[in-house]
């Protein structure tokens, strides 16, 4: 059986039409997949491909003797590509360099694996493509480097946190681990859906970070990639938007205070219940996430964290550069 895990790239350069990057690294735990690869476990295949958003019609690269090269030792396996004159080389060049794809997703066969502490642990198998995609999924291969500063943000499960929008007698909102996997899956096909095609762009559904009461004020979003998300070893839904504009003077105005990030949820789609004034979600439909100012009881949410080069003094100023 084929299987692909995603991975972000330890450090990524684009030289002319080289790239350079970290495909594994050796006994690394994933958070969402729950497993790792011993050291010496992947055999490279005498074949092996680089592609884009695993699409076989949009190989960049190849080995052997087409532009890519791979090494490997006890600690990971890296690759340099020089990738080939045609479109698809040009595109996946593009989202390299404007940081929306930042990751490799690795295709092998898995031929002995066992169980430890519920933990999946690979023992051996055989990898023979790799694609470049987005979303990370073993934690220590990330890459912040380089990058525009940007905001975190995280929402823990089985947590009531107030919210002044669920129903009446309500104050609170409760998600299970469930629901938080489901808004991250969801997210992730957002973006691999958009980038299908040109037509697919167009149609795929999104969720959007908004700064405002309303989608325009919107700063970042799933579908194009500057809104992120992945759930990390304590269970919580983490957030990330890289800004694709300046800041919106709605943002600027909450400067004063603490800002926190929550869901905008329909109801109608969502599996819920309503239990002692907190309405606890087994699945949340997310339409947008809101960044507000922490405020009274609001102050139960996480304080949302913003990234960047000396943040002290560019934090009142603006979220992003």
Known sequence: MVERKVLTLREIRAEGRRVRGTILNYNEVSPSHQEKFLPGSVTIADTFQLNLHHDR???VAFAPDGGLSLEHDDKAMTMTADLLPIPASDRALKEIRSEVSTGLSIEFNCERDRRENGLR???RATAFA???VRSPSYEKSRIEARR???LRAFIPP???LVCDCVGAGCKYAEFTAKAMNEIQREMQEMFDRAHESAVEATRAADILLLAGSGFSSAVASARRGSLKAHIDEH???QLEAFAEKDTPRAVAEMMGAPLFVRPIVSEPDSEFQDVDGVRKYE???VRAFLLKAIAGDSGRWPEARIDGPDQRQERRRRIWH
């Open 130 to 132: 790799a694609a470049i």
């Open 57 to 59: 019609e949009r190989v």
């Open 158 to 160: 089985l947590t009531p």
């Open 121 to 123: 642990v690979v023992e």
């Open 283 to 285: 699945r949340a439909n």
């Open 235 to 237: 269970g919580n839904l």
């Open 148 to 150: 525009k500063s940007y």
